[in-house]
């Protein structure tokens, strides 16, 4: 192992050779289901022919121009994510912490556009938004902002499901202009926004001229069983953010806006050099069309509700199981303790899972299991967590 890598992750001790659908091969030939999927980010599993055949044709024909010229894939992908999501414009960078930033920047433009000098965004306490320091301070988790002091001003938090706090803050802050949320915070522990929540959380935005942004980095592009995790509950967003499963491991993010949001950035506000070049649109439009064209949504609606089944009814009786929860394909198991060392267990067994937020089993698997695969991550998950409860007891 080299020791020219900056120690920024505490890696496992494999390395993947190759990948199909959803099951990936170690150096020594050994065969993992993979309910990672890169942290939420291969959502067509492995080396999937279509995008394949995408990224092939497009390295083959043009990677990279700039934003300097036109790039009808780019100005194609805008068109699709608007019609599925009900936005009017997009902006393309490279990642999620990159679309959060662009959230950002949008909403202070927007307040200082409306004469509010000290613009101030509500973010909630566990959320995620990124690793930049705009992102990492508006993200509700000491631990990725220790040491990175001093943090940027213009935030306030509140807790995650509280509509109160935000009737308090809105009362006594004038400066307030937006709010940023997760719909299912992940790195947190996979806690689901309430649908009514984000309800009174739209008028509140309406009654103060507040826009209302959506993380969806994680839950968008068919993680939760709809396109977008908002669509669960008839509330619709001002900005949207999304990285991971757009590219399916091709680095690319998105801000879309809608309305007065949508025309806040003009020539010269934002940029990125990368952001949109034809190579990753190319594989983002295939990714969109693969999620169409293999009824994706419906299948991750479908197994993920017996992937919650199937582990409720293992699990669900035994103390020290706290919850069993999520939305679609984004399933948290909560257990009464620490359990990082599962990830580790499960993995000699076979399968690849992750845990967040300490005591949360986190399943973000490819939208793409099938019967066989729902089968045997229930049972090994069930399995590893089962010994685990009982040893420690
Ligand atoms: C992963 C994630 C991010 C950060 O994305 P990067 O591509 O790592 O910058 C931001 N928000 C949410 C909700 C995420 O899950």
Not at 23 to 52: C, F, I, M, Q, T
Not at 54 to 62: K, V
Not at 161 to 190: F, P, T
Not at 207 to 236: C, K, N, P, Y
Request: proline share 4%; net charge negative.
């Amino acid at each position: 192992m080299t020791t020219h890598l900056m120690n920024t992750y505490a890696r496992q001790p494999v390395a993947f050779v190759r990948g199909e659908g959803a099951y990936l091969w170690d150096e020594s030939g050994k065969r993992y289901l993979d309910a990672v999927a890169g942290v939420a980010v291969n959502g067509l599993g492995h080396a999937h022919p279509s995008l394949v055949k995408a990224i092939s044709e497009q390295a083959a024909t043009l990677i990279h121009t700039s934003n300097l010229y036109r790039i009808p894939k780019q100005e194609e992908l805008a068109d699709r994510l608007c019609a599925l999501s009900g936005m009017d414009k997009a902006f393309f960078c490279n990642s999620g912490c990159e679309a959060n930033e662009a959230a950002i920047k949008l909403a202070r433009l927007y307040g200082h556009g409306k004469g509010i000098e000290v613009p101030t965004i509500i973010v909630m306490e566990k959320s995620f938004h990124g690793r930049t320091m705009a992102t990492l301070t508006a993200s509700g988790n000491r631990k990725i902002q220790a040491g990175f002091e001093p943090l940027l001003s213009g935030f306030a938090r509140v807790p995650f499901n509280d509509i109160e706090a935000i009737r308090q803050v809105a009362e006594h802050n004038k400066s307030v202009v937006a709010v940023l949320v997760e719909v299912v915070q992940g790195e947190g522990g996979i806690n689901v926004l309430a649908a009514e929540f984000l309800a009174e959380l739209r008028q509140i935005c309406d009654a103060h001229g507040w826009l209302l942004m959506l993380d969806e980095v994680q839950t968008g592009i068919g993680r939760t069983g709809t396109w977008f995790g908002f669509q669960h509950s008839g509330v619709v967003p001002d900005v949207i953010a999304l990285a991971k499963g757009l590219g399916s491991g091709m680095p690319i993010g998105a801000c879309l806006a809608r309305g007065e949001a949508a025309e806040v950035f003009k020539p010269g506000s934002h940029g990125s050099t990368f952001g949109g070049n034809p190579l990753a649109c190319a594989v983002a439009l295939a990714t969109l069309a693969a999620i169409e064209e293999d009824k994706l949504l419906e299948n991750v609606r479908v197994r993920g509700e017996a992937i919650r089944n199937g582990l409720r009814q293992a699990l669900a009786s035994l103390p020290g199981v706290v919850d069993i929860r999520g939305e679609g394909m984004m399933i948290g198991i909560e257990l009464d303790r620490p359990c990082a060392e599962l990830v580790g267990v499960t993995r000699d067994a076979g399968v690849l899972i992750n845990v967040t937020a300490d005591k949360v089993i986190r399943l973000v698997p490819p939208l793409i299991y099938g019967d066989a695969e729902v089968n045997v991550l229930v049972a090994a998950v069930s399995g590893v967590v089962k010994n685990y409860l009982q040893q420690a007891a």
